[in-house]
């Protein structure tokens, strides 16, 4: 069937990982806008927390659209000139530059003369006689040089561009420091300055704050309540024309671990598997059930964190086989099988967990005698090890062996561990 091209497709309201429109949840109550636009006349660096994908860009972007704004990501940036160079080009500056000064200079030549061409002082033959006389101009070029970091400063503070630096965890801390030292002059020329990042020790707000005492200022994402993430569902299937029941919205909620992102990818699944395409003609109802919703987390789960699962499982390289170990399902692996094996069984809502927690869990699961604490506790430092790496967009688990507390911190991890077939 031949379909318009202002025909609303699904992929254009369920959008996870874009800039949805239909589905936006600003959460009003919380004026988290309102704290992100003032920060244009507070003269402070703004910081803006929270774990991956849980809607911190989105937020930002609604405030400070990209056509509007200047963006980096911190992805790109390997060294500190990299920052400062990608801003002067973002800006239309220049480091080079020529500059010429002149002197005049008046010839006279006496005699007879016929010249080849227009020009008098130019090849001469023949007997002079008369005068003649012609000035000419010499050009004395200077050249003038401005470092990257000097002209993105001055243009920042003769541009006022609101800039924003979203993935911040992603640069090293060392030139994380770096920067923020040298935009302590365009902030308080009243250019304002947002940092998006993770909570993580990659990223250390404190370590921020060292270098503008008094002048930076943070905002937590607040977790996604239940119903905020169903609001997402209830807007983006009204787009479409659709009805879905409540306590099917609710069930896609609770299963998405407060992250924004996963409740997009699950009616957008939701909308594949049941051929829907493009916005219904009129209102319709689209029953679904428990036990259909149910079955598109695994296929959404083992896109989302098999490769690091696998790597956890596999632990460091190991000189000496490690002691194989039974579990009660049958299947033989080795410690760290039996420890990842264990994080399985978390629930929605315990995504920190004190190492009596998962001890327990891993009494559920073995078959063979349960493992001492100390080898179980440096099994959860090589994990946290493995899963804190500078390719990292986050590290999915940390380990705080002084409090005995593990967190899973990415939702997608956790989301993997809860309803993969791994």
């Known amino acids: 069937m031949f379909r318009k ?173 770096h920067i923020v030292r040298a935009l302590k002059a365009p902030i308080m020329y009243g250019v304002p300055v947002i940092c998006i990042a993770i909570p993580s020790r990659k990223f250390d707000v404190i370590d921020v704050e060292r270098e503008l005492t008094g002048r930076m200022d943070s905002i937590e994402m607040p977790t996604w309540e239940i119903s905020e993430l169903e609001l997402i569902a209830k807007n983006g299937f009204t787009s479409l024309n659709l009805e879905i029941d409540e306590d099917i919205i609710k069930y896609l909620a609770s299963e998405s671990f407060g992250s924004p992102f996963l409740m997009q990818d699950f009616c957008r699944t939701i909308c594949k598997e049941n051929s829907i395409e493009y916005k219904m003609p009129k209102s319709q109802h689209l029953s679904l059930t428990f036990e259909s919703v149910s079955s598109i987390f695994p296929i959404i789960a083992d896109n989302s964190g098999r490769s690091m699962f696998d790597k956890l499982k596999r632990g460091p390289t190991s000189r000496t086989d490690r002691k194989p170990r039974t579990l009660k399902n049958g299947k033989v692996t080795d410690i760290y099988g039996v420890v990842m094996d264990a994080f399985k069984h978390l629930k929605p809502g315990t995504e920190t967990i004190t190492y009596d927690m998962l001890r327990a869990n891993i009494r559920e699961v073995i078959a063979d005698d349960l493992p001492q604490r100390g080898e179980i506790s440096r099994v959860l430092e090589k994990i946290a090890e493995i899963s804190y790496t500078d390719t990292s967009s986050t590290p999915v688990i940390d380990w705080q062996k002084e409090d005995d507390v593990l967190t899973v911190t990415d939702p997608f991890f956790a989301f993997y561990l809860r309803w993969s077939t791994n």
């Open 5 to 177: 091209k202002t025909d609303l497709r699904y992929t254009d309201v369920f959008v996870p990982g874009g800039m949805p429109t239909y589905t936006y949840n600003p959460r009003v109550d919380r004026r988290l806008e309102d704290a992100i636009r003032d920060s244009i006349h507070d003269y402070k660096l703004l910081v803006i927390t929270g774990p991956t994908k849980s809607g911190k860009t989105v937020l930002v972007n609604k405030v400070f659209p990209r056509t509007e704004s200047l963006w980096i990501d911190g992805g790109m940036i390997d060294s500190e000139n990299d920052f400062w160079e990608i801003i002067v080009s973002e800006l239309g500056g220049y480091t080079e530059e020529q500059i010429s000064n002149g002197e005049d200079l008046q010839c006279t030549i006496s005699g007879t003369a016929k010249a080849d061409g227009s020009v008098l002082l130019a090849k001469v033959s023949a007997e002079m006689t008369g005068t003649a006389s012609s000035t000419e101009r010499t050009a004395h070029l200077q050249s003038r040089h401005t470092s990257n970091k000097t002209k993105a400063i001055f243009l920042l503070q003769e541009m006022k561009v609101p800039l924003i630096i979203d993935d911040f965890h992603y640069i090293s801390k060392e030139i994380q420091k």
